[in-house]
């Protein structure tokens, strides 16, 4: 959507955009049926055997987005995401029943540039504490930084309060929230694929 960066056009594990694909703890690279300290993969909310210190960015192999659909895709940045959310260059609107899917969420879409026009949908998807389901009432998602040794940067989308739809927010590491991909602005053809890695239609200077 310019800015560096091209947003996938679904969450990962989804195939179409208003899906709510699969849920991550952050750092863990695989969905699973309960999301607690109990199960966290790097540590028990005391002690910490990875990432230890605040602002440390997730290696290429505990990164959701890369170790799913491959290295050239990532999680956002904190800075990725607060473009998103606050740039001028993009429109931000919540939506009820998104192309009749039934499913809430925020469209932002690119007012300028060469990519002017193009949207993508970020659905209320939730998130997942313990064995516990928290949907469709706000979408929850990380970044790949550290904001303290507990707990990751993400945000959160709501329309609940002012026109902000999409808000800073710090998750817990061991709470499950959807993971939305980025990968370099290309300057080639990128060709939609099929499968688990279905990221949508994006062709030509790239989707956003």
């Not at 208003?18 to 540590?43: H, I, M, N, R, V």
């Not at 910490?48 to 290429?60: A, G, I, Q, S, V």
């Not at 313990?130 to 930084?145: E, L, M, Q, Y």
Request: net charge neutral; proline share 4%; glycine share 10%.
């Amino acid at each position: 959507m310019g800015d560096g960066v091209l947003w996938a056009t679904c969450n990962i594990g989804a195939v179409n955009p208003w899906d709510y694909g699969e849920y991550y703890a952050w750092g863990e690279t695989q969905p699973k049926s309960e999301y607690s300290w109990d199960t966290y993969l790097w540590g028990d909310s005391v002690t910490f055997t990875r990432y230890t210190h605040p602002n440390d960015t997730l290696l290429p192999e505990d990164d959701a987005a890369t170790a799913n659909w491959g290295a050239e895709w990532r999680m956002p940045t904190l800075s990725e995401w607060y473009t998103l959310a606050s740039s001028n260059h993009y429109s931000r609107t919540y939506v009820a029943n998104y192309q009749g899917s039934g499913r809430r969420g925020i469209v932002v879409t690119r007012l300028s540039g060469r990519c002017r026009g193009n949207s993508i949908f970020l659905p209320y998807a939730g998130y997942k504490r313990n064995t516990d389901s928290h949907a469709p009432t706000i979408g929850a998602f990380f970044s790949n930084i550290l904001s303290t040794e507990r707990s990751a940067y993400g945000v959160v989308l709501d329309n609940s309060t002012g026109n902000s739809f999409i808000k800073r927010i710090n998750w817990s590491r061991c709470v499950g929230t959807s993971v939305r991909a980025v990968r370099q602005y290309p300057t080639y053809t990128v060709a939609a694929v099929s499968g688990n890695d279905t990221m949508g239609n994006v062709t030509g200077d790239g989707f956003f």
